[in-house]
């Protein structure tokens, strides 16, 4: 088991380009989530996948922010015209089910973003 | 609202002295909260701890321990004799029982000394 696989490990992006991040849940685990940790704000929440559909994407940035997962393997976080303070780490976690309800979410190493 | 809160950033401790990392916790809308602790080593990624989904309850690993104190909504994390190689991140989190979202608290930053 490779565990939840995160590409890039590290990524730098010029102000207002597009930076794409790809997570790949641990496979037969039914629910993928998205956060972002920083020193200032720590680990917050931004949304989550169950089955592959939307769940809960209170966290979100109402704009330039959103995620996708169009198949059971694959997750990806899009961030549009990306500004200096969205420098952060951007962490995949998912679960799966035990006995219907949420089980320990496992973390993948997470993509450094860089924003100049 | 729901919330962790671990009141230290950083906690220095020399090795073989005992910790407390502290924990409390808010959960106005959630009728049976679980509790976690997660680590963060050095170079690797987050892994959980210890979990208690039972009030009163206590979850152990690695040497560590927390108690489900629901009269003080407290969930605090105790070592007796800390080793340099526990120095990490410890995140304190809460999810709801059937739940997906876990909250999280800022992370304690603990450094071991030799």
């Known amino acids: 088991n490779a565990g939840v696989i995160q590409t890039p490990r590290h990524k730098v992006t010029g102000k207002g380009q597009e930076a794409t991040l790809w997570c790949e849940p641990i496979?037969?685990?039914?629910?993928v989530f998205w956060y972002r940790q920083t020193i200032v704000q720590g680990l917050e929440f931004l949304t989550y996948f169950r089955n592959q559909a939307p769940i809960d994407d209170s966290g979100m940035p109402k704009e330039r922010f959103s995620a996708q997962m169009p198949n059971q393997s694959h997750s990806t976080l899009k961030i549009q015209s990306t500004q200096p303070q969205d420098s952060a780490v951007y962490l995949c976690a998912s679960s799966s089910d035990w006995g219907g309800a949420p089980d320990t979410q496992y973390f993948g190493p997470g993509t450094r973003l860089l924003v100049l | 609202g729901d919330s962790v809160t671990q009141t230290e950033g950083q906690v220095t401790v020399s090795e073989s002295k005992s910790l407390i990392i502290n924990c409390t916790y808010s959960?106005?809308?959630?009728?049976?909260?679980?509790l976690f602790w997660y680590v963060r080593y050095p170079g690797e990624g987050l892994q959980l701890l210890l979990k208690v989904i039972t009030a009163g309850q206590k979850g152990s690993s690695r040497g560590f321990e927390a108690t489900y104190n629901k009269e003080t909504t407290s969930f605090h994390l105790q070592k007796a004799s800390v080793q340099e190689s526990d120095s990490a991140v410890y995140y304190c989190a809460l999810r709801d029982t059937n739940a997906y979202k876990v909250i999280f608290g800022k992370g304690t930053h603990l450094h071991v000394l030799p």
């Open positions: 496979s037969g685990h039914s629910a």
């Open positions: 959960a106005t809308s959630i009728a049976y909260p679980n």
